[in-house]
């Protein structure tokens, strides 16, 4: 059976679904050691979403998920963001869709106003005097000033007409003509010279998959997508089955950019701030005075509060009502100014899950150069502290190029779990790779990769982690103060400009991720609560309640405004003595006010962290004692369970780090092995130890007390580094490759009408590739050349499914037919066999197609390989030389320089060696690549992907010769991306004795 706590699949449903296929990929991910997979209707499907076809492959999935002991997940879109239903929810009631406020300002330059603006709903004509002081308020509202007006006219023409169309031949002849363009015409004369006119209308929203995207703050549309999704489920999914889901997955809800609108805003900012939204619509497009940041704020957490009761609010009731678990996440999370456009108020929207989600679908994951990645991290962690749940679940690896190889993996996946979450989703497995879905966010972490044969190693050690972290408690007492409101409170022109961060108020957004690590290599363990949320939280004696969590001290950011409340209520903890500390500057008011005037704000220094540590453990001892020294980037999450503590320790720094401890040697301190999923020893000498983290990895350290005589318990010290050492790099070895060669045509010439490209090089984007005549029919072809041997042995030509359906093949001006399907690397794999077409010398292959030559060339841009028993040979010239899959060596090349440049799959490496039996035995490896498995005299010894590549071999050997196997696999970044890139294993090789 899979580990409950294993990965879970974020499978991508992205093609036609064939019943066999589906049932071979599912068996895969239970013999990879998944625990179970999310149903993904991705990009590319072309199953009807929520047709009887699509639920008939539901039922498919959900029985051999139950069949493999898989756990069956549902999602609730089509792509994403969820709360469309595949586009249903507007296209069945228009009403549905979403509409945002649309400012436009027109100069006026004087008293005289005639404007004449596009006929849409107002919200507000406002005038804005040149000089404030000649008016008294900042702008003042003309929006009785508006009437309609039609602003061309067009002679229809001279003859007879009628308004009466049974007398039209008896009409006279007449000039008619009409007026055109309605529009609103803004026409009066101002007491005050005015310098623009603002007008704020309400417009419908277009964008996304579907052209439009619903209206979250709309109960409606909620109640609409649950029954078009959520009930349907519900109503087709067999009984049987229904019981074994765990939950539903939400992805990416948002609002629109982004200034979102709903009728029911203006009663609900009345309701939370006792103002009058319309008539300070203004303020959220311009600073027109003191109040405009608050106002903002006080806007979006008005959106914010509609979104959470009208939307995330029912999806989890109906979860619960229906036994299921709400989950998923919302984005953005690491942007704290584009969370408040589109997920105002994103912590307390995390508490509305069930089990709260994040993504880390990002290469970029886990550097102290970008600390703002850690923020939606933090802010996941934060909620489940408050809401007392005990899982945390993450979309993680997605985004990451075909490159991504298990150390990276690894590193990723460290990450996440340095901030306690607990449930692996990973992005995610595809289907199939078929045309442009190799692009649609690589890479697939499934059957079309090398090293999936061995992927089970990495499915164990996040079973391991995950396991440990669900089963013990983190308990943090030190609150940050998250300025939600802060970050709301910024204009439309500072949001749009937001990726560039250069403005003053995005370095303050920065320092919170700076805070995040500093403050956890000093030890602190904190939580995130929200400026609005503090500000309403009753007070609960010397403590802070938010939710089930209570904190003793509280960091304050340094941010240049608040919102009032959380002012007043900082005023009130200050005043009682409770711990405030501040990050920078006392902060003001949004609206300017100094409202800490009088009290002594006391600044945050290094220095403070040692007291603090003191008196958030006021409790007692500690039966854990050890303490850790870290240095800067480097984190540590401590959890505990009955009998034993955990600290996983992370270095974003990118430099390796020394991390030391001081401890009484009655305790046992181990650290978890990722390569062989197994705890090892850390030797503790008088009362220390010391660990080494590698930039961008994590280490899960186990603290127990011992039992017995400390001196029967004593752990022996490392190896000392005269051990023998074994160097194994240039001895005789045998290299295998499991598969046929590849050799992908890259340069192509077109030949078609005027306007085609010429020459163009695969694989390519459709960008610059839209050339030829649109709506003519012409003939275009295209042409590539190869150097090859006709004695190669099974060469074959292979295209995905795409490309096979829209070009006919010629090989040497012979047509190319018997295309059968394959799986070299992909389901959507055909190939035909060259044996009868190939000639010693030049090759030439063409594709011709006679449609559109504009689509024509847009479409041709995945690679044509040609597979067979070859080496490549010539360097760019790429001729194919006949020759064995088995080469003997004496020393370890790189695969390209063994004519294997563009090959992604395994190799099996075997040598012999000289050992005095069983005893301590330690292969190293400099790189394997990125998955390697290991056998010794033909005993399966473990797994190699992360590092150090180290694994302990020692009870496999025999006195006298020994044989070692290693099997590595690369990425399919050679194969997809036709790169020439270094595979196999790099570098030393060797074993150490003793």
């Known amino acids: 059976m899979p580990n409950p706590t294993g990965p879970l699949a974020f499978y991508f449903l992205n093609h036609h679904l064939d019943h066999t296929e589906l049932r071979l990929q599912i068996r895969a991910l239970h013999e990879q050691g998944f625990a179970g997979l999310l149903i993904h209707a991705r990009a590319g499907n072309q199953v009807p979403y929520l047709s009887d076809r699509w639920f008939e492959k539901v039922d498919l999935i959900f029985g051999e998920c139950i069949r493999w002991g898989l756990e069956p997940w549902l999602y609730d879109e089509d792509p994403y963001p969820s709360g469309a239903a595949g586009g249903l929810v507007t296209a069945n009631e228009p009403a549905h869709a979403g509409r945002v406020l649309k400012a436009e300002r027109y100069p006026v330059g004087g008293r005289e106003v005639d404007v004449t603006i596009p006929l849409a709903k107002l919200a507000g004509i406002f005038a804005i005097p040149s000089r404030p002081s000649d008016a008294s308020t900042p702008y003042f509202r003309v929006d009785s000033k508006a009437g309609t007006v039609r602003s061309h006219w067009e002679e229809l023409g001279h003859g007879p007409r009628s308004y009466y169309p049974p007398y039209l031949k008896e009409a006279r002849a007449h000039y008619r003509a009409a007026s055109h363009h309605p529009g609103l015409r803004i026409l009066f004369r101002s007491e005050v010279r005015l310098k623009e006119l603002l007008v704020v209308s309400i417009v419908p929203w277009r964008g996304g998959v579907w052209g439009e995207y619903p209206d979250l703050m709309n109960p409606?549309?909620?109640?609409?997508?649950?029954?078009?999704?959520?009930?349907?489920?519900?109503?087709?999914?067999?009984?049987?089955?229904?019981?074994?889901?765990?939950?539903?997955?939400?992805?990416?809800?948002?609002?629109?950019?982004?200034?979102?609108?709903?009728?029911?805003?203006?009663?609900?900012?009345?309701?939370?701030?006792?103002?009058?939204?319309?008539?300070?619509?203004?303020?959220?497009?311009?600073?027109?005075?003191?109040?405009?940041?608050?106002?903002?704020?006080?806007?979006?957490?008005?959106?914010?509060?509609?979104?959470?009761?009208?939307?995330?609010?029912?999806?989890?009731?109906?979860?619960?009502?229906?036994?299921?678990?709400?989950?998923?996440?919302?984005?953005?999370?690491?942007?704290?100014?584009?969370?408040?456009?589109?997920?105002?108020?994103?912590?307390?929207?995390?508490?509305?899950?069930?089990?709260?989600?994040?993504?880390?679908?990002?290469?970029?994951?886990?550097?102290?150069?970008?600390?703002?990645?850690?923020?939606?991290?933090?802010?996941?962690?934060?909620?489940?502290?408050?809401?007392?749940?005990?899982?945390?679940?993450?979309?993680?690896?997605?985004?990451?190029?075909?490159?991504?190889?298990?150390?990276?993996?690894?590193?990723?996946?460290?990450?996440?779990?340095?901030?306690?979450?607990?449930?692996?989703?990973?992005?995610?497995?595809?289907?199939?790779?078929?045309?442009?879905?190799?692009?649609?966010?690589?890479?697939?972490?499934?059957?079309?990769?090398?090293?999936?044969?061995?992927?089970?190693?990495?499915?164990?050690?996040?079973?391991?982690?995950?396991?440990?972290?669900?089963?013990?408690r983190r308990r943090a007492t030190l609150a940050y103060l998250y300025p939600s409101s802060f970050f709301a409170s910024r204009t439309d022109e500072d949001l749009h400009a937001r990726h560039t961060w250069d403005k003053a108020f995005y370095r303050e957004g920065q320092a919170i991720g700076r805070d995040l690590l500093s403050l956890s290599s000093m030890g602190l363990d904190f939580d995130f609560i929200d400026d609005l949320e503090f500000a309403q939280a009753p007070p609960v004696g010397d403590r802070i309640q938010i939710g089930r969590a209570r904190y003793r001290a509280l960091l304050v950011p340094a941010v240049s405004a608040l919102s009032i409340g959380a002012l007043k209520r900082l005023g009130a903890l200050m005043r009682k003595g409770f711990p405030v500390y501040f990050m920078g500057p006392t902060p003001r008011a949004l609206d300017g006010r100094d409202a800490l005037k009088g009290f002594r704000a006391k600044r945050w220094k290094a220095a403070d962290a040692q007291a603090l540590r003191m008196k958030l453990s006021e409790k007692g001892p500690d039966p854990f004692p050890a303490r850790w020294k870290l240095p800067p980037h480097c984190t540590v999450r401590q959890s505990r369970g009955t009998s034993e503590r955990f600290d996983f320790f992370y270095n974003q720094g990118s430099k390796p780090a020394q991390i030391g401890a001081d401890l009484p040697e009655n305790f046992r301190l181990e650290w978890l092995?990722?390569?062989?999923?197994?705890?090892?020893?850390?030797?503790?000498?008088?009362?220390?130890?010391?660990?080494?983290?590698?930039?961008?990895?994590?280490?899960?350290?186990?603290?127990?007390?011992?039992?017995?005589?400390?001196?029967?318990?004593?752990?022996?010290?490392?190896?000392?580094?005269?051990?023998?050492?074994?160097?194994?790099?240039?001895?005789?070895?045998?290299?295998?490759?499991?598969?046929?060669?590849?050799?992908?045509?890259?340069?192509?010439?077109?030949?078609?009408?005027?306007?085609?490209?010429?020459?163009?090089?695969?694989?390519?984007?459709?960008?610059?590739?839209?050339?030829?005549?649109?709506?003519?029919?012409?003939?275009?072809?295209?042409?590539?050349?190869?150097?090859?041997?006709?004695?190669?042995?099974?060469?074959?030509?292979?295209?995905?499914?795409?490309?096979?359906?829209?070009?006919?093949?010629?090989?040497?001006?012979?047509?190319?037919?018997?295309?059968?399907?394959?799986?070299?690397?992909?389901?959507?794999?055909?190939?035909?066999?060259?044996?009868?077409?190939?000639?010693?010398?030049?090759?030439?292959?063409?594709?011709?197609?006679?449609?559109?030559?504009?689509?024509?060339?847009?479409?041709?841009?995945?690679?044509?390989?040609?597979?067979?028993?070859?080496?490549?040979?010539?360097?760019?010239?790429?001729?194919?030389?006949?020759?064995?899959?088995?080469?003997?060596?004496?020393?370890?090349?790189?695969?390209?320089?063994?004519?294997?440049?563009?090959?992604?799959?395994?190799?099996?490496?075997?040598?012999?060696?000289?050992?005095?039996?069983?005893?301590?035995?330690?292969?190293?490896?400099?790189?394997?690549?990125?998955?390697?498995?290991?056998?010794?005299?033909?005993?399966?010894a473990g797994h190699l992907y992360t590092k150090p590549y180290h694994l302990e071999v020692g009870e496999y050997l025999v006195a006298g010769g020994n044989v070692l196997e290693i099997e590595a696999a690369n990425t399919l970044e050679n194969l997809i991306e036709g790169k020439r890139v270094e595979s196999g294993i790099q570098g030393p090789v060797a074993l150490v004795f003793g």
């Not at 067999?238 to 019981?243: E, T």
């Not at 690589?442 to 995950?466: D, E, G, N």
């Not at 295209?782 to 995905?800: G, S, T």
Request: with cysteine.
């Open 220 to 472: 409606e549309a909620t109640r609409s997508f649950i029954r078009l999704t959520h009930e349907a489920y519900r109503k087709r999914i067999r009984p049987a089955y229904w019981k074994k889901i765990p939950g539903i997955f939400l992805d990416e809800s948002k609002l629109l950019p982004l200034f979102p609108w709903n009728d029911a805003l203006p009663e609900r900012y009345e309701r939370l701030f006792g103002g009058d939204l319309p008539a300070s619509l203004p303020h959220l497009f311009r600073d027109l005075g003191p109040e405009s940041p608050a106002i903002r704020s006080q806007y979006r957490a008005a959106t914010g509060a509609l979104f959470r009761e009208n939307f995330m609010g029912p999806l989890g009731d109906w979860c619960r009502k229906n036994g299921l678990l709400f989950t998923g996440h919302i984005s953005p999370e690491e942007d704290p100014y584009g969370q408040q456009v589109y997920t105002p108020n994103l912590t307390t929207l995390l508490k509305t899950f069930g089990l709260p989600g994040v993504d880390s679908i990002s290469s970029l994951t886990g550097s102290a150069e970008r600390p703002l990645l850690n923020l939606g991290a933090k802010l996941g962690e934060s909620a489940l502290s408050q809401s007392g749940g005990r899982e945390y679940l993450v979309e993680a690896l997605g985004v990451s190029g075909e490159d991504l190889d298990g150390q990276r993996m690894r590193s990723i996946l460290d990450w996440c779990f340095s901030f306690g979450i607990n449930r692996i989703c990973l992005h995610g497995q595809f289907y199939s790779l078929d045309a442009e879905r190799k692009r649609e966010a690589p890479p697939s972490i499934f059957y079309q990769a090398p090293y999936w044969p061995h992927f089970k190693a990495l499915s164990a050690y996040i079973a391991r982690v995950s396991g440990i972290l669900r089963r013990t």
């Open 673 to 940: 092995d990722a390569n062989v999923d197994r705890f090892e020893q850390i030797p503790i000498h008088r009362g220390s130890a010391k660990l080494e983290l590698l930039p961008g990895q994590g280490l899960l350290v186990r603290q127990s007390r011992l039992a017995g005589p400390v001196s029967k318990n004593l752990i022996p010290v490392p190896r000392a580094k005269t051990n023998l050492r074994v160097d194994l790099t240039r001895a005789a070895w045998t290299l295998e490759r499991l598969k046929e060669n590849v050799f992908p045509l890259k340069d192509w010439k077109v030949i078609g009408p005027k306007g085609s490209p010429g020459e163009i090089r695969l694989p390519v984007g459709a960008i610059g590739m839209e050339h030829g005549e649109p709506g003519k029919s012409a003939p275009i072809v295209f042409r590539a050349r190869f150097k090859a041997e006709n004695a190669i042995r099974n060469p074959r030509i292979l295209v995905d499914r795409f490309t096979r359906e829209h070009f006919d093949f010629r090989v040497n001006g012979k047509p190319l037919g018997g295309f059968s399907p394959c799986r070299y690397f992909d389901e959507s794999n055909h190939w035909a066999s060259l044996q009868k077409h190939l000639v010693s010398g030049v090759n030439t292959v063409e594709c011709r197609a006679a449609l559109d030559p504009k689509m024509v060339v847009h479409r041709f841009k995945e690679l044509i390989y040609i597979v067979g028993e070859f080496d490549v040979s010539g360097g760019a010239s790429g001729a194919l030389v006949a020759c064995e899959r088995r080469k003997t060596v004496k020393a370890l090349p790189a695969w390209g320089a063994l004519g294997w440049p563009y090959y992604s799959g395994m190799v099996r490496y075997r040598t012999e060696f000289r050992a005095p039996g069983p005893g301590p035995c330690r292969l190293e490896l400099a790189n394997p690549g990125s998955f390697a498995k290991i056998w010794v005299n033909g005993k399966e």
